[in-house]
C-alpha cells in the first residue's frame, strides 16, 4: 500500500461535539437549516456556504460541483452560476437536483433533495451581480464556462477584450449568468456521534406536511 492510501486508510475520526435530538428539533426543515447555518457562521466554519449540488442528466448520469449558496428561506435555495454551464444544461434536462454541505469544525451534515423550480428573478440577478467586484464581473463575462479551452491564453484573452469593451462604463449582468432557485422537498440533518452511531433525523414532504423520522446511522 501506498503511503498516502496507508495514511486515508487508518484515519479514525471521532465525532463528539454534540447531538440532535427531536426535543430540540425544530417544527419546519427551513426553520431547523436556518439554526444550523447561524450555528455554522457563529462557529466561525470555513466556507460556510459551500455546498456540494448534484445534477443528472437526461442518461441519468450524474455529476457534481461545489457551488455558493447566496439567500435561503421558504424552503428556497439560491445558487449563481452560468447559464450556459454543464450544471445549467443538464438542470434544463432534469431539474431534481440534491445539495450537500459539511461543516467539519460542527460534526454536522445537512443533505437537501429538490427541484430547480426556476431561474432567480431578474432583480436579484441584477443585484446579486452588480454586487461583486470589477474583477468578478469582468471574470463571468470571460468565461464560457465548462467549456474547453485552447490554453489559459484565450481565456486571457477573452478577459483583455472584455476590460477594453467595458472600459468606463457600468459592467452589466451578462444574460447568460443568473440564478437558480431549489424548492427543497427532503431534507436530512446529521450530526456526528461517537462509534459512528451519529444521528440523523430528516424531514420529507408528505401532502404538504413534513413528516420527521430518524434513520439508522
Ligand atoms: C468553494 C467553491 C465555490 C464555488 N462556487 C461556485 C458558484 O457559486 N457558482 C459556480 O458557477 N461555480 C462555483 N464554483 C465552481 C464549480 O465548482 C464548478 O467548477 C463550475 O461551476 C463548473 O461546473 P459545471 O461544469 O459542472 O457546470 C465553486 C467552486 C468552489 C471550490
Not at 38 to 67: F, G, M, Y
Not at 106 to 116: A, D, N, S, T
Not at 184 to 204: C, M, P, V
Request: proline share 4%; net charge neutral.
Amino acid at each position: 500500500m501506498n503511503q498516502v492510501n496507508q495514511h486515508i486508510s487508518q484515519l479514525r475520526e471521532d465525532f463528539m461535539k454534540g447531538e440532535l435530538s427531536e426535543i430540540h428539533l425544530k417544527k419546519t426543515p427551513d426553520l431547523q437549516f436556518e439554526q444550523w447555518m447561524s450555528d455554522a457562521i457563529e462557529a466561525k466554519v470555513n466556507e460556510v456556504a459551500a455546498c456540494n449540488l448534484a445534477t443528472v442528466n437526461s442518461n441519468h448520469k450524474p455529476s457534481s460541483r461545489i457551488v455558493y449558496l447566496r439567500e435561503f428561506g421558504n424552503n428556497e435555495f439560491y445558487f449563481y452560476t452560468n447559464y450556459d454551464s454543464r450544471k445549467a444544461a443538464e438542470i434544463a434536462d432534469n431539474p431534481f437536483v440534491c445539495l450537500t454541505f459539511f461543516w467539519p469544525e460542527l460534526e454536522r451534515q445537512i443533505r437537501i433533495e429538490g427541484i430547480v423550480v426556476k431561474k432567480a428573478e431578474t432583480e436579484k440577478s441584477d443585484a446579486y451581480f452588480n454586487a461583486r467586484p470589477q474583477d468578478s464581473k469582468i471574470g463571468a463575462w470571460s468565461s464560457p464556462q465548462s467549456r474547453v479551452l485552447k490554453n489559459r491564453e484565450e481565456l486571457q484573452g477573452f478577459i483583455e477584450q472584455n476590460k477594453k469593451k467595458f472600459e468606463d462604463q457600468e459592467i452589466p449582468r451578462p444574460e447568460f449568468w443568473g440564478g437558480y432557485i431549489i424548492k427543497a422537498t427532503y431534507y436530512e440533518f446529521w450530526q456526528g456521534r461517537k462509534n459512528r452511531l451519529h444521528d440523523r433525523i430528516r424531514f420529507s414532504l408528505e401532502n404538504e406536511n413534513w413528516k420527521i423520522e430518524r434513520l439508522a446511522p
